[in-house]
Nanobody, 122 residues
Framework: QVQLVESGGGLVQAGGSLRLSCTAS????????AGWFRQAPGKEREFVAA????????SDLDSVKDRFTISRDSAKNTVYLQMNSLKPEDTAVYYC???????????????WGQGTQVTVSS
């Protein structure tokens, strides 16, 4: 079992930036694929971006591709989501997820954090 803890959320004005962090309880997290998802009020959870253990990135969400960047620091056992040029429509709870397959490229992740709230004011 891997416990994931997100941090870095908060209230920011439109155009601002935030960096979300996701740390894990087990060192093996550095060998897992990881991803970020978000869920806005009244909407379904959507995939934001993912990263393999080697740093290969994927993102299917066109609305964030030029603004959000996923990265990881294996030495710190942490995955990040750098969010720039934030918009009110980015307001959501952001969740970190992990999969034991280091090259996992799907969206059915095995482990989930509790989420961190991001609110973007206009």
């Amino acid at each position: 079992q891997v416990q994931l803890v997100e941090s870095g959320g908060g209230l920011v004005q439109a155009g601002g930036s935030l960096r979300l962090s996701c740390t894990a309880s087990r060192r093996t997290f550095s060998t897992y694929a990881a991803g970020w998802f978000r869920q806005a009020p009244g909407k379904e959870r959507e995939f934001v971006a993912a990263i393999t253990w080697a740093g290969g990135r994927t993102s299917d969400l066109d609305s964030v591709k030029d603004r959000f960047t996923i990265s990881r620091d294996s030495a710190k056992n942490t995955v990040y989501l750098q969010m720039n040029s934030l918009k009110p429509e980015d307001t959501a709870v952001y969740y970190c997820a992990a999969h034991p397959n280091p090259y996992y490229s799907g969206t059915d992740f095995s482990y989930w954090g509790q989420g961190t709230q991001v609110t973007v004011s206009s």
